[in-house]
């Protein structure tokens, strides 16, 4: 199953499901305009599926706040005991996640499975 659905004027995404794996795509820049919603779709995820990739290959640009979705998900998905990857991640969000100090913190894949 396939789901989009645009969020305000900048942020897209998709899920898919395949098995147990719930695989969300963001597009564009995750932001401090559009971090609630990208944090609400995550914890969604992280609530169905007893494992999530978020795919970021598409995403050119995250700041701050997209960082604390992510790693507020990363969390929780641990807590629960379910695997949280991070694939696809391009240049510009690797030097944010090497910046926080989260590249040791978060697993990568190159690109989704």
Do not use: W, Y
């Not at 900048?10 to 401090?32: P, S």
């Not at 969390?75 to 040791?104: E, I, P, Y």
């Amino acid at each position: 199953m396939i789901r989009m659905r645009e969020t305000h004027n900048t942020m897209k995404h998709h899920i898919r499901e395949e098995g147990d794996t719930i695989i969300v795509a963001f597009e564009d820049d995750i932001d401090l305009e559009c971090s609630g919603e990208a944090r609400d779709v995550l914890m969604d995820c992280v609530s169905r599926g007893a494992a999530i990739q978020v795919d970021l290959s598409g995403v050119s640009m995250i700041d701050s706040s997209g960082v604390a979705s992510l790693l507020e998900a990363f969390q929780n998905a641990r807590k629960k005991g379910k695997t949280f990857t991070l694939a696809g991640v391009g240049g510009s969000v690797m030097r944010v996640l090497k910046l926080a100090r989260l590249d040791t913190v978060f697993p990568f894949a190159d690109s989704v499975s």
